[in-house]
């Protein structure tokens, strides 16, 4: 095998909190038990193949600065084998469980559909073959229904049949392989199903389409035995103007008028959160209220930018709020933790990718073990339950459980003559129990 330019740094382990040593964790202890099962097993960390390996750097302003030797490496074909040799350098050194991709990241389109297809099928028995000595799973399959120039209007609900009918076949393909990988779940992400003036569009046929493609992704998903999880990721501009899965609730509200929300869940993405005006912990709250949470693709924006940067994270806090409405909405279960992250295009060395999973993985698994002290400690907890308390007795329950109309209950309120009186929602005490806990 070539040098694949990881091949010489060695795998990661852990170090603990005290290690000065950056080629280490510190805080992710992969096997450590904690709320009942390790570490690992609640993360579920995965690397993002588009990023870390077919990312060249190149922005709006500037070509690529991400050179890699795979990226040159003879004919489109020997290019993929390659990247794949060096992706599977990098999951060993990175030592993280899963990785994830879309068709278009693993291997090149060909001329016609059918060729590309059959590059799609010959690239995934590769990865099959190099996940038989490797531990690295797939945690997700995708298509990139976006880049090339035939989806500039969208893929399912683009105003060209054809173009669903390519969409259709390219997801049909991708379903089949993520299932030959043993991915645990499917994702769609509405690349440019959205658009960018309503001069030329027809929302109502679009959102139709949309929804026709969907269900017959599920559909297929039965069909074939698939036993992961199809997921939805929100995002609510970039590229169009107006994407239609803009956030959690708004998939949610699809998802019931198409009646799909018992099948499908959500991948929430924390700079898609941002973009949509919410906080990572809203959508991962949104999620638990409707129960539909699925899966995370960890990053962050820059506040002072405010597009999709899609950086490594380093905030402890939102983190920490994140992890915590994580359990709370009783984990990620097929989901998982995926570093849809990319290091800054003057970071181009293999060094600089280890560094910006290492600072990831260690974020997210110290804001889940901070959460989890939170959980077991139970002040906070408490405090909240304080705060819905009174709806615990029979009168309260009896508004909300369907037994009294709107006029019973104004007869009611008004017999008893009641008077309701303030009470702090205590949000300054709260936010230094929340600091105390995260910063010490
Ligand atoms: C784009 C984005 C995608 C999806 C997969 O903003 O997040 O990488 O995660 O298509
Ligand atoms: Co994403």
Redesign the pocket.
């Known amino acids: 095998m070539a040098d694949t330019v990881f091949s010489h740094i060695p795998a990661l382990t852990f170090e603990g909190p005290s290690s000065d040593n950056p080629f280490a964790y510190r805080f992710y202890e992969a096997d450590r038990v904690v709320m009942g099962k390790p570490l690992k097993e609640h993360l579920r960390f995965a690397v ?1 193949y ?1 990023h870390s390996l077919a990312m060249n750097g190149s922005d709006p302003f500037g070509g690529p600065t991400i050179l890699r030797p795979w990226m040159a490496a003879g004919d489109p074909l020997a290019q993929a084998r390659a990247k794949a040799d060096a992706a599977f350098e990098l999951f060993r050194v990175l030592d993280l469980p899963f990785f994830c991709f ?1 068709d278009a990241d693993i291997a090149p389109a060909g001329e016609t559909l059918k060729e590309t297809l059959g590059n799609l099928h010959t690239m995934a028995d590769y990865l099959a073959e190099k996940m038989q000595s490797a531990k690295a799973k797939l945690l997700w399959g ?1 298509a ?1 229904l976006f880049s090339h120039p035939r989806f500039m209007a969208g893929a399912s609900t683009n105003p060209e049949p054809e173009v669903f009918a390519w969409s259709a076949a390219t997801v049909k393909h991708c379903m089949d392989v993520t299932k030959q990988l043993g991915g645990s779940n499917y ?1 769609l ?1 509405g ?1 440019r199903e959205g658009y960018d003036t309503i001069l030329n569009t027809d929302m109502k046929q679009e959102l139709d389409h949309m929804g026709r493609f969907l269900t017959m992704v599920v559909d297929y998903k039965h069909k074939i035995g698939f036993d992961g999880q199809i997921l939805i ?1 929100p ?1 609510p501009k ?1 590229p169009t103007v107006h994407q239609y899965d803009f956030d959690c609730a708004t998939v949610y509200g699809f998802l019931q008028r198409y009646g799909l929300q018992n099948e499908v869940r959500v ?1 929430l ?1 924390a ?2 959160a941002t973009l949509a005006g919410h906080t990572f912990e809203h959508e991962i709250a949104t999620a638990g209220a409707f129960g539909i949470l699925g899966s995370l ?1 960890i990053n962050r924006g820059d506040a002072l930018l405010g597009w ?1 940067t ?1 950086q490594f994270p380093n905030e402890l806090w939102t983190m920490t709020l994140s992890m915590y409405h994580v359990i709370k909405a009783g984990g990620l279960g097929k989901g998982g933790c ?1 570093f ?1 992250a990319k290091v800054r295009r003057q970071s181009f060395t293999p060094e600089d990718m280890v560094h910006a999973h290492v600072g990831g993985v260690d974020l997210c698994a110290r804001a889940f073990l901070t959460a989890a002290k939170i959980i077991e400690d139970g002040r906070y907890d408490a405090l909240l339950a304080e705060r819905y308390a009174n709806w615990q007795t029979p009168q309260a329950k009896a508004m909300v459980d369907g037994s009294m109309t709107l006029d019973a209950i104004a007869a009611k309120a008004e017999a008893a003559g009641i008077n309701p009186q303030p009470r702090s929602g205590r949000q300054e005490q709260l936010e230094n129990m929340m600091v105390r806990a995260i910063y010490g």
């Open positions: 993002a588009w879309h995708t990139n994702v992400w690349g990721e995002k970039e991948n993405e700079n898609h693709d999709d899609d995926n849809d």
